[in-house]
């Protein structure tokens, strides 16, 4: 037996954000190297992170909303290809706690949105395309460390 199929214009919108974590997408934290690790059994793009990563954050279990800035802030400097063999993406982070708004011993969570084909802030006129790989964004499981 095939799928009913829905009419046009019935049913729900199909989802554009996941909902759920992505089983081929593992995020590992090192504290004391405050090294991030994202494990997948897909291919990843590891040209431009900044591009392909957004990251959710929470202090206290509260989430933490960043103050908006026009531009967004991009990395500087060149960039590293690595093979494709290569299955894991490692990311030292320096984390201010002021930043986050945190302080010495807050628990912080964080969990990565991964866009493969990047991501742009809303703009309206939009001025800027991005292009790259396809595919469909996939959710990171959320890693919690206490801040030093």
Known sequence: MGEVPIPFGKGPLPNV???????????????DKMLMQIATKDRIDRYRPDWHFLCRWW??????????????????????????????????????????????????????????????????PQTTEIGGQTGYPRLSNKVSFKLP
């Open 59 to 124: 202090v206290n279990g509260k989430p933490f909303v960043p103050e908006r800035v026009d531009p967004t802030p991009q990395m500087e400097g060149g960039a590293l290809i690595t093979p494709n063999e290569e299955k894991d993406l490692q990311i030292e982070m320096t984390i201010p706690a002021k930043v986050l708004k945190a302080k010495s011993g807050d628990l912080v969570e964080l969990q990565l949105l991964h866009c493969p084909s990047g991501w742009l802030p809303v703009k309206n």
């Open 17 to 31: 954000l996941p909902r759920d974590i992505g089983p081929t997408l593992q995020l590992k934290f090192s504290r």
